[in-house]
């Protein structure tokens, strides 16, 4: 085969592999598919370490420009004394700005990129805290300030408290604390306060609070320990067990428990502990107190706006602690003013037609108020609350427009109120009567307010079905008379309402008497009625009552004579006795005038309840 030959048959298995790889669509919705690269599939990551630790650095060298804000936290500037704790000398802090300023500006030296200037510094005793920032920031930067909080001695001492200063780059508050807490092993307790009364105690002005800021670092000399022996920390170092250290960590253990630097939060450890050396050596503390390795130097941050980049500690071996630096990149936010005050007015020109009175102490409900105030499309309506009801006519009360399927259907009485809760009866009933009676009318469906008249009885049945009506029953009003008809159902009877009902029977027939008077008041019969007879003349004839006699058979019953039966209460009891042969007629007269004949309707009476009789007089013999 020539070379000719050989470079064609490479050229067709090129094509060949393309085509088979690339070319078919079948295959290639199928790579697309193991890659997650398909529509509504999550993207398929290869690992490649490599790779990523390459696309990290190069994003590292593309953030690589210097700083724009320097924070630099010292402690123990200064020899302590009586003199220094109770007043404080400025001149060991100024030869420390000067150095520091001289340090960093070093590096910016056959760079375009600008100088530091010194922002802002503050100092309490031996702490101090120098504020660095770029010249080229210093316009975006506004409202600077600083305090200090004394913790030692009970507050009155500065050996030990804090020094903060605060800003507002651009938009973002941010807040720079740093801090020396109480020493000693077993101290973590006043430690633990000391932190909450820095937190609390330190204030700017507008009565401002570390907590009032959008990002907060603070950084110092904290002096938490280990909670391990001296040995055994020692042989964990020269092991490199930092994990178990990390455990054994008092700030740690604190911050877990929720007792200190609440929402705070660290960046792993990657470094031995920073206490306590000897002075310039690497070597941990080799004097008669032997003190135990610990992580007393510490860097906290608080901000959803932070990252941290770095956090080690810097070889600097003229301090019995090695310095801690953190490297955060922060992001803040920028508002035009001029668009934001144009937006702001013309908001207010929208809302101001509409406003409502709300309470100013009620955000939440405000909040709520002013939500959803535009429409989120055209043609439809706001958004929805409970102080914003737009189906209701601007507030007015909500009237039902419900109308009964059928002019005589009524709304159902008897139905549950609540119209979620399981109930067998009918929504609508119907109502078949004569005549509509006088009286009050209810709003819903023109329904009588007054029950149906005495001896009457409302019985449902099953409306006809009507195709697109609601479910109804049918009410029919039928006489007395028909109360013995087997084919009706059981009466519903109504109360009146208007009247009380009648009182029980006594057990024994009630009777007036005084003795010597010669007077037998008028005796009660077993209805509760008094007889109609006189007494001063005699006439017991007259009487509409049945006599014992009749009662037991002798003559005409109670039925047989026209009267309603006793009522099932008075079964066995015994009759009243005869009226005396001098006796007094009674009569009482109704409201419009005409008096009870003897022979009325009982059932009436009856039902009418008892009567009051006026107190009887006794007759004095002539």
Not at 507 to 519: M, N, Q, V, Y
Not at 527 to 544: A, H, I, Q, V, W
Request: net charge positive; with cysteine; proline share 9%.
């Amino acid at each position: 085969m020539s070379l000719a030959g050989a470079i064609a048959d490479a050229r067709k298995s090129a094509t060949r592999m393309y085509i088979n790889n690339f070319a078919d669509k079948g295959r290639q919705n199928t790579i697309d598919m193991l890659l997650g690269r398909l529509v509504e599939q999550r993207p398929v990551y290869l690992y490649d370490p490599v790779n990523d630790l390459v696309n990290y650095e190069l994003r590292e060298r593309s953030h690589s420009r210097q700083p724009d804000i320097v924070a630099v936290g010292f402690q123990e500037i200064v020899e302590l004394s009586p003199q220094q704790i109770m007043s404080t000398d400025p001149s060991r802090r100024q030869v420390w700005e000067q150095a520091v300023r001289l340090a960093i500006n070093s590096r910016m030296r056959g760079s375009t990129e600008e100088e530091y200037v010194l922002l802002r510094s503050g100092q309490l005793v031996g702490a101090a805290l120098l504020i660095f920032v770029r010249s080229s920031a210093l316009r975006k930067i506004k409202n600077v300030e600083g305090s200090v909080k004394k913790t030692g001695m009970s507050g009155m001492a500065g050996n030990k408290g804090a020094v903060a200063i605060r800003m507002e780059y651009a938009n973002t508050r941010i807040c720079l604390v740093t801090a020396h807490l109480a020493a000693g092993f077993a101290n973590y307790e006043q430690r633990n306060i000391d932190y909450h009364t820095i937190s609390h105690g330190l204030r700017f002005q507008r009565n401002r609070t570390i907590d009032d800021h959008d990002t907060v670092i603070w950084l110092g000399d904290f002096n938490y320990r280990i909670g391990l022996s001296d040995d055994k920390v020692r042989r964990l170092i020269q092991a490199g067990d930092l994990g178990t250290l990390y455990q054994n960590d008092q700030l740690n253990l604190q911050m877990i428990a929720g007792r200190v630097f609440p929402f705070y939060a660290e960046s792993p450890i990657t470094f031995m502990p920073t206490y306590k050396y000897d002075n310039g050596t690497d070597k941990y503390d080799t004097s008669e107190k032997a003190r135990i390795p610990a992580w007393c130097d510490r860097i906290l941050r608080k901000g959803n706006n932070l990252k941290q980049i770095d956090y080690a500690t810097a070889p600097l071996r003229f301090s019995d602690h090695r310095p801690v630096y953190a490297t955060f990149r922060c992001t803040v936010e920028s508002i035009d003013e001029q668009r934001k005050g144009d937006l702001s007015q013309i908001l207010y020109e929208r809302r101001k037609p509409n406003a409502t009175l709300a309470r100013a102490d009620d955000d939440e409900k405000a909040h709520e108020d002013h939500a959803g105030y535009v429409s989120v499309a055209d043609g439809l309506p706001p958004a929805s609350s409970d102080r914003r009801k737009w189906w209701l006519d601007h507030g007015l009360a909500a009237r039902s427009q419900i109308q009964p399927p059928q002019n005589n259907a009524r709304l159902n009485p008897i139905r549950p109120s609540n119209p979620f809760a399981a109930a067998h009866e009918p929504d609508w009933i119907m109502v078949e009567r004569s005549e509509e009676p006088e009286g009050p009318v209810n709003r819903i469906g023109n329904l009588p307010m007054v029950p149906p008249s005495r001896g009457s009885r409302v019985s449902l049945r099953p409306p006809d079905p009507k195709p697109g009506t609601s479910h109804l029953s049918s009410v029919q009003v039928s006489s007395k008379d028909e109360l013995a008809s087997p084919s009706l159902p059981s009466p519903r009877r109504f109360s009146t309402g208007s009247r009380k009902p009648a009182p029980p029977v006594p057990e024994k027939p009630t009777s007036l008497s005084k003795s010597g008077a010669g007077f037998i008041g008028p005796t009660m019969n077993a209805l509760g009625r008094f007889p109609t007879e006189d007494p001063m003349k005699g006439n017991s004839s007259n009487t509409p009552f049945p006599s014992l006699s009749a009662r037991k058979g002798s003559g005409p019953t109670a039925s047989q004579s026209g009267q309603p039966p006793p009522r099932p209460g008075n079964k066995g009891r015994r009759p009243p006795p005869p009226a005396a042969s001098q006796s007094r007629t009674l009569s009482v007269s109704r409201g419009d005038g005409e008096k009870d004949s003897p022979q009325g309707n009982l059932l009436d009476q009856e039902d009418e309840g008892a009567r009051t009789i006026p107190p009887l007089q006794p007759l004095r013999p002539t």
